[in-house]
């Protein structure tokens, strides 16, 4: 009996999660969910995932990008197939609209975000890392202008995320990590806490970006960068 009854409550707690979805979908967004004025030539916010071992951690990441216009990397090799259906669970429906770039290795990340048309300096890249040496309560991802001086052209800038185990050992060595800026999370309980899940973090850190880079109105379409 009782696993009768619970079998009886299944769909209907489906039907009502399915309704209480629907209904809210048909909801105008309000003010402050709406996106800035899009800037005429506003570089990309870019998310690179480095060697990533957990498809619900990179679906979620994708679909936090799709909301902040933000172009997602992969470098290889992945933890898994991009056809795993644990992929697709976590980033739904998004999954098809992210614009998503996948890279054999790190180098050739590299090679693809310093030429053209993207052309991002070295110092633009953001290794998050609990190792970091700025805090992002502190890090500025714009700039600010020399006194007196005009507001100087966007710069793209990219934000680094290493695997869910081995964090961003696999890249360490390389020059640009000595580039970069090392960037971490203030956390809390860490004599039991060691790191934050992965797709958490992206979320946390796209956000403080994007809302650096609205701020000085920055934020727009990416074209074909």
Known sequence: MPLQRRGLHRPQARRWFGHAHGSNSQRPLGPGAAPPAPAAAAPPLHVVLVQPDIPSNTGAAGRTCLGFGAVLH???PLGFDLSDRRVKRAGLDYWKHVDLRVHASWSDLVDHLSAPPISMH????F????FGDASLCDVNFVKPPPAGQ??????PLALVFGSETR???AIEAEPAYAKGV??????HST???RSLNLSTCVAVVLWEAYRQLAGTQRIGGHGDN
């Not at 070295?122 to 890249?125: C, D, R, V």
């Not at 290794?127 to 609990?130: C, E, G, M, R, Y």
Request: proline content about 17%.
């Open 74 to 76: 992969l470098v290889e």
């Open 122 to 125: 070295p110092s633009a890249l």
């Open 127 to 130: 290794f998050i890392t609990k």
């Open 150 to 155: 005009p507001e100087p052209q966007p710069q």
């Open 167 to 169: 964090g961003l050992s």
């Open 182 to 187: 090392t960037v971490g999370l203030p956390m």
């Open 191 to 193: 004599e039991v806490l």
